[in-house]
């Protein structure tokens, strides 16, 4: 494209100042036509392009008549829903003479088009000129080269080549799962050198697909790139067997197959009190058992096991929780007999408990208004006890307990009342 001088542009720069007002003429529908007016003719360098701008240049007018020149555009490539015959071809007016130059910006990438002049004098048109032919630049072209990683936890690595085109500043990173129609845009990765995105919050066990497109300084983007499909890392194996102990004194014994996986961290224990209740976290594990501690006898507890991975990504939990229970109070023993005989109270039982080793009485009795006392008769191997510590004109209150041999004691027995006789 030819450069003017200082001089000349300054020169040119003053005369558009001073024709700049008022709006630009158009195309007259019935205009007399002055074969004399000349041609508008394009220089040796008559047309520039790039993808979404032509530039046009044409020889110098000398002809003092010409007020300027009507440019005219056609597209090559689209297709024309209009009538032909409301078709104006027309596209802008250059109302200077000393103009040669025109940049059309209202093209598209990889586009064909035609254009032509016609001078024009103060009352009149010239003829039009040859018809130019020129074309926009194809769409750029994205990246060369993209790779998605596999087996990722929660997340996707997208990694690509550099775009070879200067103009790049920029991508866009595009995703869609299989299930999904449309691609979505993802983000926005500023720098041309730029060449890895990481995609997180994405679901477990799951396939993504992903495009890269690339972003120009003056807004041109590119086609797609080819597309590739990353897969997340799946969750670890659900934790099988567990098992849970029901026989064990002040405690529950809880065991699990152990993970053989690669990448195992640790197992998670949950507990809860009911079976659909809130499991709360009870224990991190690297050890495929627990001896979980309880103060309360026949206490029941519900189990769920999960493993977790060094990617902290977690197993489901079992269908079912496993139930637990410390062992429970043995039996109470059934009294059989309570009764006064001369100055001893006598209590028989009998024994409903296999697990019963010894026995326990409780006696409960007042002194005086406010005074309760109650004593305890412990280890007791026979299923009969004589009290011979007794008093007249007293109210004595009898409980029997069974004791196994881990001393767990059952729940006492219904209170056997025994009322002694008024001293004679």
């Known amino acids: 494209m030819k450069l003017l001088n200082l001089s000349s542009l300054l020169t040119v720069s003053t005369i558009l100042i001073l024709s700049g007002c008022g709006a630009k003429p158009k195309p ?22 790039d993808m979404t701008s032509i530039a046009l240049e044409w020889k110098r007018i000398k002809d003092k008549r010409v007020e300027g020149i009507y440019i005219y555009r056609e597209s090559l490539d689209e297709n024309k829903s209009i009538d032909p015959a409301k078709y104006d071809p027309y596209l802008d007016t250059i109302d200077n003479r000393f103009s040669t130059h025109f940049l059309d910006t209202d093209v598209h990438p990889g586009h064909r088009y035609n254009y032509y002049f016609i001078s024009y004098s103060d009352d009149a048109q010239g ?3 040859e018809i130019y032919q020129t ?19 929660r997340s996707a690595k997208i990694l690509w080549r550099p775009h070879t085109n200067k103009l790049v500043n920029a991508y866009e990173i595009y995703r869609k799962t299989f299930n999904e129609q449309e691609w979505k845009l993802v983000t926005k990765i500023d720098g041309r ?21 690339a972003l120009t300084y003056n807004g041109i983007r590119s086609t797609p790139s080819q597309s590739v499909k990353s897969i997340t890392k799946d969750l670890p194996l659900v934790v099988t067997n567990v098992q849970a102990s029901d026989n064990i004194p002040k405690k529950i014994k809880i065991s699990w197959d152990a993970s ?9 224990l949950y507990r809860s009190k009911d079976a659909d209740g809130s499991y709360v976290l009870l224990a991190k594990l690297k050890r495929s058992n627990f001896e979980n501690a309880v ?35 043995p039996l109470p023993p059934a009294v059989v007999d309570a ?13 409903n ?8 009485v409780r006696k409960r009795y007042n002194e005086g208004l406010f005074n309760t006392i109650i004593d305890e008769f412990n280890d007791i191997k026979e299923k009969s006890f004589i009290d011979t510590q007794i008093t007249p004109n007293t109210k004595y209150f009898y409980q029997v307990l069974s004791v196994d041999k881990n001393g767990i004691t059952s729940e006492p027995t219904i209170e056997a009342v025994i009322q002694t006789k008024e001293k004679e």
Do not use: C
């Open 28 to 49: 007259k529908k019935e205009a007399v036509i002055d074969a004399s007016l000349p041609k508008v003719s394009l220089t040796r360098t008559a047309t520039k392009s």
């Open 127 to 129: 003829e039009r000129s």
């Open 135 to 153: 074309a926009t630049k194809p769409v750029l072209s994205s990246v060369t080269w993209i790779y998605a990683a596999n087996g990722m936890p």
């Open 193 to 213: 050198l730029s060449a890895e995105y990481i995609d997180l919050g994405l679901k477990d066990s799951y396939t993504y697909q992903y495009h890269v497109r």
């Open 260 to 268: 053989d996986e690669k990448d195992f961290s640790h197992y998670n």
């Open 295 to 329: 103060q309360e006898d026949g206490a029941k507890y519900f189990y769920m096991v999960t493993s977790v991975d060094k990617d902290a990504l977690e197993s489901p939990y079992q269908t079912h929780s496993t139930q637990g229970m410390s062992m429970s109070k």
């Open 339 to 351: 009764k006064l005989i001369g100055n001893e109270i006598v209590i028989k039982w009998r024994k």
């Open 353 to 360: 408990d296999q697990r019963a080793k010894s026995f326990i």
